[in-house]
């Protein structure tokens, strides 16, 4: 969404809109075809859990879609022109792989000056302020400022893909030949089932998915690396303790943590950190 080359931002947006087509595709295939035609519940279930389904569903999937917009159309972190205008005749030093707290660095490939674990997104053309990785489902890299709505897409989508495919585990227990099926309330018809199937099935697929990489970012969270400096040997200077560590991201604990929005009280601008070499790191322990 934000790459210097012109082509690159159109060829962005199909993943993007793909994304966007599965969010409405479950969105309808639960409201207008499980919840509507066969009115939420299965034959023996009360009319509580039609409720309850509809409500979490649609709760979670609307959070997760937030998040998924605030993540693709945000700026994930460029390193601002007040800090370039600030250091443009500091001294920098070449970057190379590994820690380099409270330095400075120069970039070899678009030719600026950048802050600490700032790194060059070669799809972009641009640096980012700790720089996560470059994500094509979101058309965007994942950086100092929106990496808190990357983890909040996930975690919510992972929640919202639990609920569908706990209302069809009927339907998929007959696929994988451990029940008979059972019918709905109402009458979904040839197609409805068809649809409702489908659906079940992404959304089983893709909570699989989504769960084993919101458990590797909420590692990546708690230990303050990036999947780029997972690869750095020796001591992490800037790993302070979980809730400090979330807090880079996420800033102090608050309501505002479970809600795509920009920290109400951050802790970090993203350029600029604050490494310890007392602490132990839990990581390697020393």
């Known amino acids: ?19 966007l087509g599965i969010f409405f595709f479950e969105w309808y295939a639960f409201n ?5 035609r066969g009115l939420g519940r299965w034959r023996g279930e009360p009319l509580e859990a039609a409720f309850l389904r509809a409500f979490f569903f649609n709760a979670f ?20 022109q007040w800090w370039l205008d600030e ?16 330095r400075v660095s120069s970039c070899a490939k678009c030719q600026v000056v950048r802050p600490e674990r700032a790194h060059h997104c070669s799809v972009c053309g641009k640096c980012v302020l700790r720089m996560d990785h470059h994500c094509p489902w979101v058309g965007n890299c ?13 975690a919510y989508g992972i929640i919202s893909a639990i ?6 585990y009927p339907i998929l227990s007959a696929m994988l030949g451990r029940g008979h099926g059972r019918w709905t309330m109402g009458n979904l018809g040839a197609g409805g089932w068809g649809l409702f199937s489908m659906g079940a099935v992404l959304s089983a697929s893709l909570g699989l998915a989504m769960s084993i990489l919101f458990l590797s970012h909420l590692w990546l969270m708690a230990v303050n690396r990036t999947s780029i400096e997972v690869a750095y040997s020796g001591r992490n ?39 310890d070499y007392n602490r132990v790191d839990p990581e390697i322990g020393l």
Not at 61 to 80: R, T
Not at 142 to 154: R, S
């Open 142 to 154: 994942v950086g100092a400022k929106n990496h808190k709505y990357f983890i909040l897409m996930l």
């Open 61 to 80: 999937w609307l959070l997760a879609l937030w998040s998924f917009l605030k993540c693709a159309f945000s700026d994930p972190g460029f390193v601002p």
């Open 87 to 102: 250091h443009q005749h500091c001294r920098a030093e070449p970057s190379f792989f590994g820690w380099q707290p409270g």
């Open 163 to 168: 609920t569908y495919a706990s209302s069809a």
């Open 1 to 19: 969404m934000y790459a210097n080359n012109t082509l690159i931002r159109v060829v962005s947006v199909g993943p993007v809109l793909l994304v």
């Open 32 to 36: 207008f075809v499980f919840m509507l």
């Open 237 to 275: 200077p800037y790993s302070h303790g979980i809730l400090q560590n979330a807090a880079q991201l996420c800033g102090r604990c608050g309501v505002d943590w479970l809600l795509p929005i920009a920290p109400l009280r951050p802790t970090s601008d993203g350029c600029k950190f604050l490494p």
